[in-house]
């Protein structure tokens, strides 16, 4: 352009800067939009909002409100386009209060908030477990005659499904379709999942086949949902039955649907279906990972088979997977459980040698094996190491050693550790 005697004007640079903004390159957004500026060209709304929105979406929210605020102070007018995105990062990082304070600064500004302010509002609010302030922006969202859409009643409904409410998630559902709202599979999986995690099975069921009467397709999270939920409720059969279903359906499996029915078969006892399930992933070619291998393990470890769940854990480095500390606490319980108490505490070593670091759930069962096997000075030993590295005890370590307390079975300088501890 410049070669041929033309200058950009303020589209061409608003037309790059969404470019920019698009492939993550804000920083050379920010600096076109300072060229703008020199070049005595006034941006407008869209090309401030593009940044604005991009610089959220990378997480730079101090970044962004310095933007904005510069926007405004000369004299520039923000919009919906200016303010959702703010709005939408200020509630990523669980500064609803701050998110509410900009939705009545658009008032101010005589920006009336669309359904997209109000549901990121709304949203946060549920996520955060404020009810009755989400209740709150709803009645303040119809008083302005805003209708909420299908976001706004798929956070409600996921919001009571997740404490539990299915028949507040029911009504929601109901009140959505006299609405004229169609509920869509968000709302389906949502509600389903919520059944399948109170174990009613039967009513997510019920849900799944109203989805197909409505043609409806459900989709991998459907079907993976209700496998879980069978599984969870003792039909690990009825779930296997699910996997066809889904397979003439021409919908594919993905590797947790296979995981979530290894791990319902092996821990319903099903143990033939189990290896000839696993048997058929390792046919399909699928990329194992960590997590099937940590089923397979615990599966041995229950049934008493340790020394294939040893070789399955020593395997791991053959097949490129490295144990992560899952792995390692099914070990720990594993051995404990057969008394190999040193062995065990061998492996922790190992471990710490691996670059795999002890969690807290790592070092209580540890604790826990030592205590039932009367190792109580070696106990004490790790509980030291445990507190030291920032951990707690959890309900079992801490019931069993009250319970070696009272029944004084412990020497009297352990004893006044243990006190000393508690």
């Not at 859409?149 to 404490?163: A, E, V």
């Not at 992933?281 to 020394?307: E, Q, S, T, W």
């Not at 307390?405 to 006190?419: H, N, S, Y």
Request: proline share 3%.
């Amino acid at each position: 352009m410049g070669e041929k005697g033309f200058k950009p004007d303020r589209f061409t640079y608003a037309t790059i800067i969404n470019a920019l903004c698009k492939l993550g390159e804000t920083d050379l957004a920010i600096n076109l939009l300072r060229k703008m500026e020199d070049a005595n060209f006034v941006p407008n709304a869209a090309s401030y909002n593009t940044i604005i929105c991009s610089l959220c979406k990378d997480g730079l929210l101090t970044d962004a409100l310095k933007l904005f605020s510069t926007m405004t102070s000369k004299g520039i007018q923000p919009n919906h386009f200016t303010y959702n995105p703010l709005i939408q990062g200020l509630c990523n990082f669980g500064h609803w209060k701050e998110a509410a304070k900009l939705v009545a600064e658009m008032e101010e500004r005589n920006i009336v908030p669309d359904v997209h302010s109000f549901n990121i509002l709304v949203d946060a609010l549920l996520k955060e477990g404020k009810m009755m302030e989400a209740k709150e922006a709803l009645h303040m969202m119809t008083e302005k005659g805003i209708e909420p859409d299908i976001f706004t009643h798929n956070s409600l409904i996921d919001c009571y499904c997740q404490q539990n409410k299915m028949n507040e998630a029911v009504k929601t559902f109901n009140m959505m379709v006299r609405r004229g709202c169609s509920p869509d599979i968000i709302s389906y999986n949502t509600l389903i999942n919520g059944y399948c995690k109170s174990k009613r099975i039967d009513e997510a069921i019920n849900l799944f086949h109203e989805m197909l009467d409505k043609r409806m397709i459900p989709d991998v999270v459907t079907y993976n949902t209700l496998i879980g939920g069978c599984c969870q409720v003792g039909r690990p059969l009825a779930a296997l039955e699910l996997l066809h279903e889904m397979q003439a359906c021409g919908e594919h499996p993905d590797l947790q649907t296979y995981t979530i029915l290894l791990d319902g078969f092996f821990k319903n006892r099903h143990f033939v279906e189990a290896m000839a399930l696993f048997r058929e992933i390792v046919d399909k070619k699928l990329d194992l990972d960590v997590v099937i291998y940590n089923i397979l393990i615990a599966a041995m470890c229950d049934a008493g088979k340790l020394v294939t769940a040893k070789e399955l854990f020593w395997s791991l480095s053959t097949k490129g997977l490295q144990p992560n500390a899952c792995t390692y606490t099914i070990m720990f319980k594993g051995l404990c459980k057969e008394g190999l108490i040193n062995e065990a505490c061998e492996l922790l070593e190992k471990m710490n040698g691996n670059g795999c670091l002890p969690d807290n759930v790592l070092y209580n069962t540890i604790i826990q094996g030592l205590l039932q096997h009367d190792e109580t000075s070696r106990a004490v030993e790790y509980i030291e190491i445990m507190v030291d590295k920032g951990f707690s005890a959890d309900e079992t370590t801490a019931t069993m050693v009250i319970d070696l307390l009272c029944a004084d079975k412990v020497d009297k300088t352990i004893k006044e550790w243990f006190e000393k501890l508690l």
